[in-house]
């Protein structure tokens, strides 16, 4: 079995192979300026399940993923809240961390910040002076798209477009160096030092200033993996222009291909909409929990549907996943009485990625995830296993190491967080009705329901980012 995934540049799916003894992984990380939200990590737990999945088959990997810890948002941010860049960036890439391991995302093997690797940079952009592909104009310097003929190759776009229309959508362009730029559609590789930057720069063979976005993401990817990475991952949002410019940028300076293979992760919507502070349907992986959903189900709702498509997150979505994987431990559970084992046996020898050429049952669910990483597809197969098959008839044994291996990929710990605490479908429901009856300023329709959850031994306990639900001590019917 072998991973095959879309590559957006050529538009087909085919086989992720490696050119050395691994595959390399490019992921464009966070912009550490305050909590990613759960759209965020959609990208990083598809990316997580990439990794797993290789690593299951065998493969070795080299995962990068970059933090991003210097741009307008981080410079202003830290500003605001009168703290160095350094403080205000390590605060927020903390709190990322944090996020991450109540996901169970894999350490990546490398995780840098662009604040580390300027001298990397510096001598990328000096290598496109010096080939003709960048120009200076007011202390700061550009790339010139109209130099590089394949510019626009990944995301189709006619050059022709690209210089009429030019970008502001990495939210850097859009102040007074634009119209310095010879074509709107070059983008800038460092920035001129303005009064706003405060003490943040650097010294550059064209002055103070700082590096644009782009030009961090081909740097660390070239420092850390090498000419051509195998592998780069990122939202859909970032194949133009991003990715586009990161293309040229390393394939002026250096020649050669840079990516083999691009993956590009579809959006999260919330409630079919644009996830937006205003709208108030921004949701973080630490204000679900505080809602008392489980890590678990977080992580299964963001992988449960396909990459390549959006998609829709609801509190249904998160409740269903909840269930199906009350369902999923309480199978474990049977399994690991009939085997005699216990679950720390079971972490300890099963859940860790073994090769899989001595799988019997659960064939399908890798199929599945070779092919484009169907992981809807995989997780329908699985339940159907767990549904029809009648663990006395089984190899109960086998059913675990499997199980262990299908565990792995998926990310999902040997213990269920919430094991102990099953809050009922209905129960959640009711909970989401009130909250936004209070969220409408219905007050008295959100009271009557907090009445009724009292009665059948619910507590909702507003917070600081939303509410809570605990069952009720001593409660008796
Ligand atoms: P940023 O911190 O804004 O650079 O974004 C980090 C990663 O999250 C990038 O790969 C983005 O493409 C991705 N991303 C941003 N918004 C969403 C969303 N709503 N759904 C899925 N991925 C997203
Ligand atoms: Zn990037």
């Given at each position: 079995?072998?991973?095959?995934l879309?590559?957006?540049?050529?538009?087909?799916?085919?086989?992720?192979?490696?050119?050395?003894?691994?595959?390399?992984?490019?992921?464009?990380?966070?912009?550490?300026?305050?909590?990613?939200?759960?759209?965020?990590?959609?990208t990083?737990?598809?990316q997580?399940?990439?990794?797993r999945?290789?690593?299951?088959?065998?493969?070795?990997?080299?995962?990068?993923?970059?933090?991003?810890d210097?741009?307008d948002?981080?410079?202003?941010g830290?500003?605001?809240?009168?703290?160095?860049?350094q403080?205000?960036?390590?605060?927020?890439?903390?709190v990322f961390?944090?996020?991450?391991?109540?996901?169970?995302?894999?350490?990546?093997?490398?995780?840098?910040?662009?604040?580390?690797?300027?001298?990397?940079?510096?001598?990328?952009?000096g290598?496109?002076?010096?080939?003709?592909?960048?120009?200076?104009?007011?202390?700061?310097?550009?790339?010139?798209?109209?130099?590089?003929?394949?510019?626009?190759?990944?995301?189709?776009?006619?050059?022709?477009?690209?210089?009429?229309?030019?970008?502001?959508?990495?939210?850097?362009?859009?102040?007074?160096?634009?119209?310095?730029?010879e074509?709107?559609?070059?983008?800038?590789?460092?920035?001129?030092?303005?009064?706003?930057?405060?003490?943040?720069?650097?010294?550059?063979?064209?002055?103070?200033?700082?590096?644009?976005?782009?030009?961090?993401c081909?740097?660390?990817?070239?420092?850390?993996?090498?000419?051509?990475?195998?592998?780069?991952?990122?939202?859909?949002?970032?194949?133009?222009?991003?990715?586009?410019?990161?293309?040229?940028q390393?394939?002026?300076?250096?020649g050669?291909?840079?990516?083999?293979?691009?993956?590009h992760?579809?959006?999260?919507?919330?409630?079919?909409e644009?996830?937006?502070?205003?709208?108030?349907?921004?949701?973080?992986?630490?204000?679900?929990?505080?809602?008392?959903?489980?890590?678990?189900?977080?992580?299964?709702?963001?992988?449960?549907?396909?990459?390549?498509?959006?998609?829709?997150?609801?509190?249904?979505?998160?409740?269903?996943?909840?269930?199906?994987?009350?369902?999923?431990?309480?199978?474990?559970?049977?399994?690991?009485a009939?085997?005699?084992?216990?679950?720390?046996?079971?972490?300890?020898?099963y859940?860790?990625a073994?090769?899989?050429?001595?799988?019997?049952?659960?064939?399908?669910?890798?199929?599945?995830?070779?092919?484009?990483?169907?992981?809807?597809?995989?997780?329908?197969?699985?339940?159907?296993?767990?549904?029809?098959?009648?663990?006395?008839?089984?190899?109960?044994?086998?059913?675990?190491?499997?199980?262990?291996?299908?565990?792995?990929?998926?990310?999902?710990?040997?213990?269920?967080?919430?094991d102990?605490?099953?809050?009922?479908?209905?129960v959640?429901?009711?909970t989401?009705?009130?909250?936004?009856?209070?969220?409408?300023?219905?007050?008295?329709?959100?009271?009557?329901?907090?009445?009724?959850?009292?009665k059948?031994?619910?507590?909702v306990?507003?917070?600081?980012?939303?509410?809570?639900?605990?069952?009720?001590k001593?409660?008796?019917?």
């Amino acid at each position: 079995m072998q991973l095959h995934l879309y590559d957006t540049l050529t538009r087909e799916v085919k086989p992720l192979e490696p050119v050395t003894c691994h595959v390399g992984i490019y992921c464009c990380g966070p912009t550490v300026y305050g909590p990613a939200h759960i759209g965020n990590f959609r990208t990083y737990v598809v990316q997580d399940v990439v990794v797993r999945t290789l690593q299951a088959l065998g493969t070795k990997t080299r995962y990068v993923r970059n933090l991003t810890d210097v741009d307008d948002k981080t410079i202003r941010g830290a500003q605001q809240a009168k703290q160095s860049l350094q403080a205000f960036t390590s605060h927020w890439t903390d709190v990322f961390e944090e996020d991450c391991r109540q996901l169970n995302l894999l350490q990546p093997d490398v995780e840098p910040r662009a604040t580390e690797t300027i001298q990397a940079q510096l001598d990328l952009i000096g290598q496109l002076m010096q080939k003709g592909y960048a120009y200076v104009s007011k202390g700061s310097v550009y790339f010139r798209i109209s130099s590089f003929k394949h510019y626009g190759k990944l995301s189709r776009l006619d050059q022709r477009c690209c210089q009429t229309q030019g970008t502001n959508s990495a939210g850097e362009l859009n102040d007074a160096d634009e119209y310095e730029r010879e074509s709107i559609g070059d983008f800038v590789l460092w920035k001129n030092r303005k009064p706003e930057d405060g003490d943040v720069y650097w010294e550059s063979p064209w002055g103070q200033g700082r590096p644009g976005w782009h030009i961090e993401c081909s740097a660390m990817s070239r420092l850390y993996l090498g000419a051509t990475v195998d592998l780069h991952v990122g939202g859909v949002d970032l194949c133009f222009p991003h990715h586009e410019n990161e293309i040229a940028q390393s394939e002026a300076a250096y020649g050669g291909t840079f990516a083999r293979h691009w993956m590009h992760i579809a959006h999260l919507k919330v409630d079919g909409e644009k996830m937006s502070k205003s709208l108030g349907n921004l949701h973080t992986v630490a204000s679900l929990l505080q809602k008392n959903y489980s890590r678990e189900a977080i992580r299964y709702a963001l992988m449960a549907g396909h990459y390549r498509h959006p998609l829709n997150f609801t509190f249904d979505l998160l409740n269903a996943s909840q269930s199906a994987l009350q369902k999923l431990y309480q199978y474990l559970s049977r399994l690991l009485a009939t085997a005699q084992l216990t679950v720390e046996t079971f972490e300890q020898e099963y859940l860790l990625a073994s090769t899989l050429d001595k799988v019997k049952y659960l064939q399908g669910f890798f199929e599945s995830l070779c092919d484009d990483l169907n992981v809807p597809k995989a997780l329908g197969q699985l339940f159907t296993f767990v549904n029809d098959s009648n663990i006395q008839s089984l190899d109960a044994k086998q059913i675990l190491y499997e199980l262990g291996i299908c565990m792995f990929v998926l990310g999902l710990p040997a213990h269920f967080s919430t094991d102990n605490v099953v809050i009922p479908l209905p129960v959640r429901r009711m909970t989401e009705q009130r909250w936004q009856a209070k969220q409408a300023g219905n007050y008295q329709e959100a009271d009557d329901i907090r009445h009724i959850l009292l009665k059948e031994g619910w507590q909702v306990l507003d917070t600081q980012d939303g509410y809570k639900v605990v069952p009720l001590k001593n409660y008796k019917k």
